[in-house]
């Protein structure tokens, strides 16, 4: 039996799928981008089509199954539904054959990952919102996925969080070659081996959002205004939300309660450089788990910049470890005076180390040859009231005064967009556990609490001034600069 379908039904991500679909080389397929890119439907119609003439099984799973019904399964409905051929599937709950072929799809809610056994007789596991698995989950699927040839795991998500695994562990890992675009999707990549394939794909390139055109005609599609609107406006009111769901770039949704309420990625982030005739401020908070912290800022122009981060994970998060990057990063002899501060209470003896030696010793001993200046405060900055004073800096209620941080700044970055607010104004102390280990470790505030203890020690004269108004909403009048960048 041959079926025929108009060209016109689909979006140009359809035929790029369908020839990766047919390469038994290709392991690894993922679509991201914004929402109303028709990644799902454009996944579901090739699918369809192909249960129709080739006996195949896709087992797709979502990490929670209650979310299947009204999702991805009824979005398998309505294309078989739309081409015509409800005769040619039985449609159960969860369950869809073809009576042609006998292919089927089954669907699944992946709560526990080790509740995935016999992958063997899939040809294709499609990961729906692959972001809300979990690492464990893909390795899992990996390991059980096998006994045929050509067999592929999809993956289809909004970037919603630019820290998150799938582009620390697999895009940033994979060696993703960029592909010349030859038909209507945003982005294309794949790895030098060739078994990683990755689409990138928005609002635009779907031709039932923006309409199919040339030479200034409507060819096709459907130009869906009110959508198209609802972008435009989200363009204007929040542009966070329209990188991520209009233009489909990693980033990070403000959900409320961050502690950084003034922190704007687009304002606050971009690209630096050292300036070697100004002083190094290295910023430490003194901790191991999930990394030991150490920022690395300049005062340029009498404005902080922070140029730099060392934040090193297990087995590196030593201090050993911390100074050994900094001295291959900025040589002795470009480097013109080096000022270590940090949080207070690490001055305490280590018990570890010998009588008189701690964390700041060790540091001062082995950064030794930048004759560097320790400098801390008698106590240190209320968390609250050194939040709210940087953050009145953020949005420009100190004169002459501005934060810029450099892009590259991943960590800190990340840890100033996820540090939230706690009833008292400080910082929420949310634990993760590792489960092999039994350790326990603040997941965020780690790099929150180095900008401070540099931002109220560099700025100590403004900040005084800025506790003694107590009014954090009314921008300061200028005070006398007193810089700590002298010898």
């Known amino acids: 039996m041959k079926f025929v379908f108009n060209r016109n039904m689909f979006n140009d991500l359809f035929w790029h799928l369908e020839k990766d679909f047919n390469d038994p080389n290709i392991r690894f397929i993922f679509a991201y981008g914004g929402s109303s ?49 409800q005769k040619y599937f039985k449609c159960q709950i969860n369950y869809i054959e073809c009576t042609l072929t006998g292919a089927y799809i089954r669907f699944r809610g992946l709560d ?30 990996r390991k059980r996925l096998r006994g045929m040839k050509g067999q592929q795991i999809v993956g289809l998500f909004n970037p919603i969080d630019e820290e998150h695994w799938l582009k620390v562990k ?30 990138k794909v928005t609002y635009l390139n ?66 630096t450089k050292f300036d070697p005739t100004q002083p190094i401020h290295l910023s430490f908070d003194e901790n191991l788990l999930p990394y030991i912290t150490c920022e690395v800022w300049q005062i340029q122009n009498g404005k902080p910049r922070q140029i730099d981060e060392i934040c090193l994970p297990d087995p590196q998060n030593r201090v050993a470890h911390v100074c050994r990057t900094f001295r291959e990063r900025y040589s002795a002899s470009n480097v013109h005076g080096l000022v270590i501060t940090g949080d207070r209470t690490s001055l305490k003896d280590n018990s570890t180390k010998e009588k008189g030696q701690n964390f700041f010793t060790e540091i001062m001993a082995e950064l030794a040859m ?17 939040g709210d004073f940087v953050n009145a800096i953020y949005r420009g209620a100190v004169p002459n005064l501005d934060i810029l941080i450099d892009e590259k700044c991943v960590k800190s970055i990340h840890d100033y967009q996820y540090t939230l607010e706690d009833n008292n104004r400080g910082v929420l102390k949310k634990m993760i556990r590792i489960k092999a280990t039994g350790q326990s470790y603040q997941e965020f505030g780690h790099c929150t609490d180095a ?36 010898f």
């Open 37 to 85: 890119a028709s990644k799902t439907y454009t996944c579901t119609q090739l699918e369809v089509i192909r249960k129709l003439t080739i006996r195949e099984n896709t087992m797709i799973l979502r990490k929670y199954g209650v979310d299947i019904k009204d999702s991805i399964y009824t979005d398998f409905l309505n294309v078989i539904e739309s081409f015509g051929l």
């Open 112 to 141: 526990d990952s080790e509740k995935i056994k016999g992958l063997a007789g899939f040809k294709r596991v499609w990961l729906e919102e692959i972001s809300q698995f979990d690492e464990t989950d893909l390795k899992q699927i």
């Open 170 to 199: 697999l895009f940033d890992t994979y060696g993703l070659i960029e592909q010349p675009v030859t038909t209507n999707i945003t982005a294309h990549a794949r790895n030098e081996k060739g078994n990683f394939v990755v689409y």
């Open 206 to 271: 779907n031709y039932f959002i923006v309409g199919k055109w040339k030479n200034g005609k409507q060819i096709g599609g459907f130009v869906d205004q009110h959508t198209i609107d609802d972008f435009e406006k989200d363009k204007v009111d929040d542009y966070a939300y329209y990188q991520i769901y209009a233009l489909g770039n990693w980033g990070k949704i403000r959900t409320g309660g961050e502690f950084w309420k003034d922190f704007n990625t687009n304002i606050h982030v971009g690209k």
């Open 370 to 386: 930048y004759r560097p200046v320790l400098r801390l405060p008698n106590i240190n900055p209320s968390v609250a009231d050194s």
């Open 451 to 486: 900008k401070r203890y540099f931002l109220t020690m560099a700025f100590n004269t403004e900040y005084n001034t800025f506790l003694r108004r107590h009014e954090v909403n009314r921008p300061l009048t200028a005070p006398q600069r007193v810089r700590n960048n002298s």
